[in-house]
């Protein structure tokens, strides 16, 4: 495992939840971190607090990453901020509404299929160009456990789009290998402490799912957050197309 230390990341969705743990764990390795936010800064001004009590740098830039200029602004200035980019986390995404597929109108598919691929796909295009110059670059990608099963009842959009991701990411890694960018994805469960399912998961339904899962417990952003710093840190390593999947062992592939 390589060494973080004055490697330059950028972390989709960096104000709340796994996206924090992410930029929080990537700091405390050594990196400095141009951190992506939409909603709020409460999170990333913390997290550049921590950077710079690190003697490490970090700054927050804002979205809408379903929108190409606004993706296109990000990206540079985030990748101008740390002066290249060695690794990407693609964080944002998120489930919008429970709908079963007789509620979906095309609306709200455009709307679930753009915040959880379109953003990954516009983000990892256009840091693309900063990733291949490092020559060991490293992208992860968040998916789903839902993208695995199906998920729970409502999320049959969100679940086709997670799915997509991990199909995404194989895919990708074909194409980013020979520039020496690696590709991996994780997909998490139950992840409570995330606005995710603060806002979409009952505490009866987080407790009937908890009693489902072999490890006993639901997970927390830092069991996410380890397992991407893992990733990152393989930066010159020799995995690439993977997902681990991060669920206490309701599904093993």
Same mark, same amino acid.
Not at 8 to 26: M, N, R
Not at 30 to 52: I, N, R, S, Y
Not at 185 to 193: E, M, Q, S, Y
């Given at each position: ?20 743990? $992410?930029?929080? %764990?990537? #700091? ?14 409460? &999170?990333?001004? =913390?997290? $550049?607090?921590?950077?710079? %009590? ?7 830039? %804002?979205?809408?990453?379903?929108? !190409? ?10 990748? !101008? ?14 489930? #919008? ?5 007789? !509620? ?27 990733? !291949? ?6 992208? $992860?990608?968040?998916? %789903?456990?839902? &993208? ?13 789009? =997670? ?47 908890? =009693? ?24 010159? &390593? ?10 206490? &062992? $309701?599904?093993?592939?």
């Amino acid at each position: 495992m390589g060494t973080l230390k004055g490697k330059k990341a950028f972390v989709t969705g960096a104000e709340q939840g796994i996206g924090y743990a $992410v930029a929080e %764990s990537l #700091i405390k390795a050594g990196c400095d971190v141009a951190l992506h936010f939409f909603q709020g800064t409460e &999170g990333p001004e =913390k997290l $550049v607090k921590l950077a710079k %009590s690190l003697g490490q740098k970090a700054a927050y830039f %804002s979205g809408d990453l379903t929108i !190409e200029d606004q993706v296109k602004d990000c990206v540079q200035k985030s990748a !101008e901020f740390l002066g290249g980019m060695d690794i990407l986390v693609n964080n944002v995404g998120g489930l #919008i509404a429970r709908k079963s597929l007789v !509620e979906v109108d095309m609306k709200f598919y455009n709307i679930v299929m753009d915040v959880n691929l379109k953003t990954m796909v516009l983000v990892t295009r256009d840091c693309i160009p900063y990733l !291949e110059k490092t020559g060991a670059a490293s992208i $992860v990608n968040l998916a %789903s456990l839902a &993208g695995r099963k199906g998920g729970h009842g409502g999320s049959l959009i969100y679940s086709a789009s =997670k799915g997509a991701v991990l199909t995404f990411t194989r895919a990708l890694a074909g194409e980013l290998g020979p520039k020496g960018i690696r590709v991996n994805a994780v997909a998490p469960g139950l992840i409570l402490g995330t606005r995710f399912h603060n806002t979409f998961t009952t505490q009866e339904s987080a407790e009937e799912t908890i =009693k489902g899962i072999p490890l006993g417990r639901a997970g927390n952003i830092y069991d996410i957050a380890r397992a991407i710093t893992f990733l990152a840190s393989e930066y010159d &390593g020799f995995i690439t197309g993977e997902t681990i999947d991060i669920n206490g &062992g $309701v599904y093993c592939a």
